[in-house]
Nanobody, 123 residues
Framework: HVQLVESGGGSVQAGGSLRLSCAASRYMYDNGCMGWFRQAPGKEREGVATIDTDGSTRYADSVKGRFTASKDSAKNTLYLQMRNLQPEDTAMYYC??????????????????WGQGTQVTVS
């Protein structure tokens, strides 16, 4: 049973920072690609960052240099450190996972496992 549980969302002012966490089941943490996606009201879900089992990361152009994805194997947890947040970053953020060591980009339909989401609001 794959379980993904996000936390860490909230409300911040522009220029502020937040760190999102995603606690994953051990099997998926060790064997799956994991990623962060977001969806703003009225917009399509979009990829933010992905991280392979070897720790390789990829970022959407809109967050490069501001967001950092990382993993903590001791806690089976994926993180998204977000800095210099802007109002356009306001969205529901989701943790997602798919079997296999390497991520396949930001096509959200190819990720079968999803967390419940955590809201990020930037004013």
């Amino acid at each position: 049973h794959v379980q993904l549980v996000e936390s860490g969302g909230g409300s911040v002012q522009a220029g502020g920072s937040l760190r999102l966490s995603c606690a994953a089941s051990r099997y998926m943490y060790d064997n799956g690609c994991m990623g962060w996606f977001r969806q703003a009201p009225g917009k399509e879900r979009e990829g933010v960052a992905t991280i392979d089992t070897d720790g390789s990361t990829r970022y959407a152009d809109s967050v490069k240099g501001r967001f950092t994805a990382s993993k903590d194997s001791a806690k089976n947890t994926l993180y998204l450190q977000m800095r210099n947040l802007q109002p356009e970053d306001t969205a529901m953020y989701y943790c997602a996972a798919r079997p296999g060591p390497y991520c396949v980009g930001f096509e959200w339909g190819r990720y079968p496992y999803w967390g419940q989401g955590t809201q990020v609001t930037v004013s």
